[in-house]
Every structure is written in structure tokens, then in C-alpha cells.
């Protein structure tokens, strides 16, 4: 009967079942019982666990580190830490009194060693270099290319030299 009343309803609403495109007898509502309720699932999911003194949730670190989970990681850590970080430098752009010039002019008049200021840029860039550069090797996966296993540790393994010889490249060419 509530099904009937469905019909009917849509039949006004929806032109497609007034102009006879669609036979109303095609479209038919029926709804069953659930065989057994998720929460009594649940429930037994529980107690199964408890009798063989499982935790709860596993902690992560009871896992294998894998070389592209890692991978996938620090892609999230990177985009993150970029974003704290180019956010503190637009705050700070905005409220410090100076321009920028006058702050780089105060780090130089500290006369840090060459190979300090180096690798102080270098791990600079290095965030940037990974986060791009494996951005790609994502993007390659939204395509559905690269799931084989030796395809990603083979492009993990590209992802992570390719990142470190552009991040110093970067440091020694600015």
C-alpha cells in the first residue's frame, strides 16, 4: 500500500512516469526486513574479541613500517608542515614592521658558516622538492597506474633520490 502511495506521488512529480516513458508497473518500492541488526553484530564482534583478548583498535605501532607507507606519510607530514608554514609567514609578513629585506640583512649580519646556510636551505627545499614530486607520483595513482609492487617501491625509491638532488640543487643554486 505505501509503496502504491510512493507511486502515485511520483507519478505527479516526475514527467517521465506521466508521459508514459516509463511504465509505472517498472517502478516498484519493496521494502525488506534486515536479517539480523548491526548493532548485534557488532555486539559479537565484541565479545569474540574479548574472549581471544584482542584490543579494541590495534596501535600503529605494532605494524611493519613499510617503505611506501613511509612514503605516504611524510607526503601528508610535507603538505602539512608547508601549510603551518607559508600561513606563520603571511601572519608575520603582515604584522612585522619591516620589510623583508631588512630580516635577511639581520641573518646575514650574523655571519653563519657557508656550510650551515647550506643545508639550513636545502632543508628548506626539501619539503617542496618531496611534496611536489611525489604529488606526481599521486596523481599517477588517480590514473590507476603504478599499484604493482614493484612499481612502487621503484618510484618511491625515484621519489625519495629525485627529492633530495633537487632539494640541494635548489639550496646551492639560490
Given at each position: 500500500m505505501?509503496?502504491?502511495v510512493m507511486l502515485r506521488n511520483c507519478a505527479r512529480v516526475s514527467p517521465f512516469l506521466r508521459s508514459g516513458l516509463i511504465r509505472s508497473s517498472c517502478v516498484?518500492?519493496?521494502?525488506?526486513?534486515a536479517a539480523t541488526s548491526s548493532n548485534q553484530k557488532s555486539e559479537e564482534f565484541v565479545a569474540k574479541n574479548k574472549a581471544l583478548k584482542r584490543p579494541m583498535s590495534p596501535h600503529l605501532l605494532i605494524y611493519k613500517w613499510e617503505f611506501h607507507a613511509m612514503l605516504s606519510g611524510s607526503h601528508r607530514l610535507t603538505g602539512f608542515l608547508m601549510t603551518i608554514a607559508t600561513t606563520t609567514f603571511a601572519l608575520c609578513a603582515l604584522g612585522l614592521p619591516e620589510n623583508l629585506e631588512h630580516y635577511v640583512n639581520i641573518v646575514k649580519s650574523f655571519e653563519l658558516p657557508r656550510p650551515f646556510i647550506f643545508t639550513c636551505k636545502a632543508l628548506l627545499a626539501?619539503?617542496?622538492?618531496y611534496h611536489g614530486i611525489n604529488g606526481?607520483?599521486?596523481?599517477?595513482?588517480?590514473m590507476g597506474k603504478g599499484f604493482e609492487?614493484?612499481?612502487?617501491?621503484k618510484t618511491g625509491s625515484v621519489v625519495a633520490v629525485s627529492a633530495v638532488a633537487s632539494a640541494i640543487a635548489l639550496a646551492y643554486y639560490f
Open positions: 505505501a509503496s502504491l516498484l518500492i519493496k521494502s525488506l526486513p626539501f619539503p617542496v622538492t606526481i607520483r599521486h596523481l599517477c595513482w588517480d609492487w614493484s612499481t612502487l617501491i
